[in-house]
């Protein structure tokens, strides 16, 4: 909500610096999001009359205008907006004037005819977010003044209204708030007090046929209005804080809006025919609402209507066929209790949002509903004349939320741990606009979310703040949990993959994917959502390789080519368990750049993918060979005998299909599997004695992976033994210089004693005896 503080200065006295204010309200909940500068700070543009207005010769949209602008000669305009006619007073530009966006104003010519200046629409000069037209001033405003003068500059806070609090929608809410966090007195303006207590009488032409829905609707009928521009106070005020000026009717109904909350609503009453309905819609029944759309209503959407059409959708928009125009004379105004899950789903299913709707969905103060019909009619026969009815006519009754809430002084002082005096509390509830009672305190009907005494006892600290509570605990230890030891392990491997090694982008995605994503990458046992928003969220993630391989697409599309990225995220499964956190890789792209050496980049491989994920620290990780209808290569990650994830290259086609430039290659790994605890490490120093390097080839069935045998060899706990690195696998599918099932393999193993330099003999001896261990576990056929 956007709050003028020159309409605040005039309820309460507020600080001076305006940080000093952004800060008392945010300490106390209130956050706020921006700080705006309103008003017309643009020197050089004055009111303007316009004397006459010719078509242009060279031009079908634009018009040559005579205006009067305080000098002694007219001025010659071109312009272009349809808006105005002969008479109106407009904001002129005279030359010399800087708008806003550094645009300086110069005579020049437009289509061959010569231009002295330029009439301005309130967006122009920064007055309104959006403008149709001229800004068209009260015929009352002197010709040559200043727009300065007229448009004070003015801040506005973005203030973020928490749900609970529909109170602070308005301005003499805001006031209330801040006169009793300052201590200060709230000065409501007399014709504000003179509604209380407004009554009504019962009416016979309203009926209200879902009293569910709207258990109060009034009506107050005003004749003779003279419908017309507002005075220059009121559209001061509605456009500091970003509303249009509309005609003085709708300005009046907003400003009451903005003033006390609650929304109201005028109808030309020439265009009703019969009493007033409060109903459903009915079966295909659509409404033109006043933003100039047709919508199509839902038997459930309530709506006001007269004996023969829907004349708005009730608390979210009127419509056009019923709207105030200057031809009105006579209106009805309207001023309703809506419950607020009604106005919700309304507004949700048509994507219709309003000021309105914004209020009722979070729950108006149905006390308000009287005095805020007495203070709009008040002002309309101020700005816009006419007779009203002496009284409100109403059909149902008001909601009471006046609950009483138990108090207990000590409770509270023992809640907040210091000594809270008693007229602080009464001081601080009574201007929250609490009522004491026997037992504790009647919560207001505009504050709905006090119903309990802890509820109370929260308002007392947002007020006396909680630097106010005495610390009785410096520190205090906390061991650690298994949910500390997970997020200990997600950042251990955020900084591994980040690292300049890996190199490696984390990406976020959505928990909902869609059924495209699903088929390029297909995962069983997904889950779908039953009434997904749309069809891109219609799945729970069975998988974070999708949206990876999403996010892999659109960087391709953008000119990304080399690509790698990791995901630590929860994915769902029809399995149990039906959630668990895993790791996602996906690489594409270069694994090493071009360079003087290589005059072309090296494309990752599976072996790259391999490294990456050896680099991980991830213990007794390893890998099988596997099926994936999205992989080309795949195989499975095993922890022992269960598996833990999957690995592997996408086919030649769906990388096309994905815009990717070279190979895909992609890995996800389930890490519940894993202990999250960190795994010890073993320092030692560098080696003061060399190392000794055999050769040991050999002939093993294909079926028999690199993994084994260097598990064989580390399972003889040979002391000698320092290092094993495979450097030559050879195949023959042809079976003519090995078997086509057997593949010749060849590993350097290193030797090294900490304590001394080894000898020849002790080598060879330690060199003969794996071999005779290989030969005994996995009889391997050793070439010599």
């Known amino acids: 909500m956007k709050v003028s503080l020159?309409?605040?200065?005039?309820?309460?006295?507020?600080?001076?610096?305006?940080?000093?204010?952004?800060?008392?309200?945010?300490?106390?909940?209130?956050?706020?999001?921006?700080?705006?500068?309103?008003?017309?700070?643009?020197?050089?543009?004055?009111?303007?009359?316009?004397?006459?207005?010719?078509?242009?010769?060279?031009?079908?949209?634009?018009?040559?205008?005579?205006?009067?602008?305080?000098?002694?000669?007219?001025?010659?305009?071109?312009?272009?907006?349809?808006?105005?006619?002969?008479?109106?007073?407009?904001?002129?530009?005279?030359?010399?004037?800087?708008?806003?966006?550094?645009?300086?104003?110069?005579?020049?010519?437009?289509?061959?005819?010569?231009?002295?200046?330029?009439?301005?629409?309130?967006?122009?000069?920064?007055?309104?977010?959006?403008?149709?037209?001229?800004?068209?001033?009260?015929?009352?405003?002197?010709?040559?003044?200043?727009?300065?003068?007229?448009?004070?500059?003015?801040?506005?806070?973005?203030?973020?209204?928490?749900?609970n609090r529909p109170d602070l929608l308005s301005h003499v809410g805001m006031a209330r708030e801040i006169a009793t966090l300052l201590g200060k007195p709230l000065t409501l303006p007399a014709a504000i007090l003179a509604t209380a207590g407004t009554g009504s009488q019962a009416a016979d032409d309203i009926t209200l046929e879902?009293?569910?829905?709207?258990?109060?609707?009034?009506?107050?009928?005003?004749?003779?209005?003279?419908?017309?521009?507002?005075?220059?106070?009121?559209?001061?005020?509605?456009?500091?804080?970003?509303?249009?000026?509309?005609?003085?009717?709708?300005?009046?109904?907003?400003?009451?809006?903005?003033?006390?909350?609650?929304?109201?609503?005028?109808?030309?009453?020439?265009?009703?025919?019969?009493?007033?309905?409060?109903?459903h819609a009915v079966a295909d029944e659509k409404f033109l609402a006043l933003d100039g759309k047709t919508y199509p209503l839902a038997q459930r959407d309530l709506v006001i209507a007269d004996a023969e059409r829907a004349l708005a959708i009730a608390g979210v928009m009127g419509g056009e066929e019923s709207g105030v125009t200057e031809s009105t004379v006579d209106i009805l105004l309207e001023s309703a209790y809506f419950t607020p899950a009604e106005i919700r789903r309304t507004s949700r299913e048509l994507s219709l949002s309003s000021d309105a709707s914004y209020r009722y969905e979070r729950g108006i103060d149905p006390a308000g509903v009287l005095p805020a019909s007495a203070r709009a009619i008040a002002l309309i026969l101020e700005v816009a004349g006419g007779e009203a009815e002496p009284v409100a006519k109403a059909a149902g009754a008001a909601p009471r939320f006046e609950p009483d809430v138990p108090f207990r002084l000590e409770r509270c002082r023992a809640v907040l741990g210091t000594d809270v005096a008693a007229e602080t509390v009464d001081r601080i509830l009574t201007g929250f606009g609490l009522g004491k009672t026997a037992q504790g305190w009647q919560a207001p009907s505009f504050r709905q979310d006090l119903v309990r005494e802890i509820d109370l006892i929260e308002e007392i600290a947002r007020v006396i703040g909680i630097e106010a509570v005495p610390a009785r605990q410096q520190t205090r230890f906390t061991p650690g949990t298994p949910a500390d030891q997970r997020h200990d392990q997600a950042m251990r491997l955020r900084r591994r993959l980040s690292a300049p090694g890996l190199g490696f982008l984390e990406a976020r995605g959505l928990t909902l994917i869609s059924e495209k994503a699903l088929a390029v990458f297909p995962v069983d046992g997904s889950l779908r959502v039953r009434n997904p928003l749309n069809e891109d969220q219609a799945i729970l993630?069975?998988?974070?390789?999708?949206?990876?391989?999403?996010?892999?697409?659109?960087?391709?599309?953008?000119?990304?080519?080399?690509?790698?990225?990791?995901?630590?995220?929860?994915?769902?499964?029809?399995?149990?368990?039906?959630?668990?956190?895993?790791?996602?890789?996906?690489?594409?792209?270069?694994?090493?750049?071009?360079?003087?050496?290589?005059?072309?980049?090296?494309?990752?491989?599976?072996?790259?993918?391999?490294?990456?994920?050896?680099?991980?620290?991830?213990?007794?990780?390893?890998?099988?060979?596997?099926?994936?209808?999205?992989?080309?290569?795949?195989?499975?990650?095993?922890?022992?005998?269960?598996?833990?994830?999957?690995?592997?290259?996408?086919?030649?086609?769906?990388?096309?299909?994905?815009?990717?430039?070279?190979?895909?290659?992609?890995?996800?790994?389930?890490?519940?599997?894993?202990?999250?605890?960190?795994?010890?490490?073993?320092?030692?120093?560098?080696?003061?004695?060399?190392?000794?390097?055999?050769?040991?080839?050999?002939?093993?069935?294909?079926?028999?992976?690199?993994?084994?045998?260097?598990?064989?060899?580390?399972?003889?706990?040979?002391?000698?033994?320092?290092?094993?690195?495979?450097?030559?696998?050879?195949?023959?599918?042809?079976g003519e210089k090995i078997p086509a099932d057997q593949k010749s393999v060849a590993y350097a193993l290193t030797y090294r004693c900490a304590e001394r330099t080894l000898t020849a003999e002790e080598v060879a001896q330690a060199h003969q005896r794996l071999k005779e261990r290989l030969k005994a576990e996995l009889a391997v056929s050793l070439r010599e």
């Open 541 to 734: 993630r069975p998988s974070l390789v999708p949206g990876l391989l999403e996010a892999l697409t659109r960087n391709v599309r953008l000119g990304t080519g080399d690509l790698r990225l990791f995901e630590i995220g929860r994915i769902f499964r029809a399995d149990a368990p039906e959630e668990r956190t895993t790791l996602a890789l996906v690489w594409s792209g270069a694994a090493a750049p071009a360079s003087w050496r290589d005059a072309k980049p090296r494309p990752a491989d599976f072996f790259d993918l391999k490294g990456a994920l050896a680099a991980l620290g991830l213990e007794d990780l390893t890998l099988e060979p596997a099926s994936h209808p999205a992989l080309a290569l795949a195989v499975e990650l095993r922890r022992g005998k269960e598996t833990v994830g999957l690995a592997g290259q996408l086919t030649p086609a769906r990388g096309r299909d994905l815009d990717a430039t070279g190979p895909v290659l992609v890995a996800e790994i389930n890490l519940d599997a894993f202990d999250p605890a960190p795994a010890s490490g073993r320092f030692g120093g560098l080696p003061k004695f060399p190392a000794v390097t055999r050769d040991i080839a050999m002939i093993v069935p294909v079926a028999v992976p690199h993994a084994q045998i260097e598990a064989v060899l580390r399972s003889a706990n040979e002391s000698l033994l320092a290092g094993i690195e495979l450097f030559d696998v050879f195949t023959d599918p042809k």
């Open 210 to 279: 879902a009293p569910e829905a709207c258990p109060f609707y009034t009506a107050r009928r005003v004749r003779g209005v003279k419908v017309g521009p507002s005075p220059a106070w009121l559209q001061g005020k509605l456009e500091a804080v970003g509303l249009r000026s509309i005609n003085n009717i709708v300005d009046v109904t907003n400003y009451v809006m903005l003033e006390m909350g609650q929304p109201l609503h005028a109808f030309d009453l020439a265009l009703l025919k019969g009493g007033i309905r409060v109903r």
């Open 6 to 163: 020159n309409w605040l200065k005039e309820l309460v006295e507020i600080p001076a610096d305006v940080a000093a204010l952004c800060e008392l309200l945010t300490k106390a909940g209130v956050e706020v999001e921006g700080i705006e500068t309103r008003g017309c700070a643009v020197e050089k543009v004055v009111v303007a009359q316009i004397l006459e207005s010719l078509q242009h010769p060279n031009a079908d949209r634009l018009h040559v205008c005579k205006v009067a602008d305080g000098s002694s000669e007219p001025r010659q305009i071109v312009c272009g907006a349809r808006n105005y006619k002969v008479g109106d007073k407009v904001p002129l530009a005279l030359p010399g004037a800087v708008m806003p966006g550094d645009f300086k104003i110069k005579v020049g010519k437009l289509r061959g005819v010569e231009s002295a200046g330029m009439m301005c629409s309130a967006k122009e000069l920064a007055l309104a977010e959006d403008a149709e037209g001229l800004l068209i001033l009260p015929p009352e405003t002197v010709v040559g003044t200043p727009l300065t003068e007229l448009f004070p500059p003015e801040t506005v806070l973005d203030v973020e209204v928490t749900p």
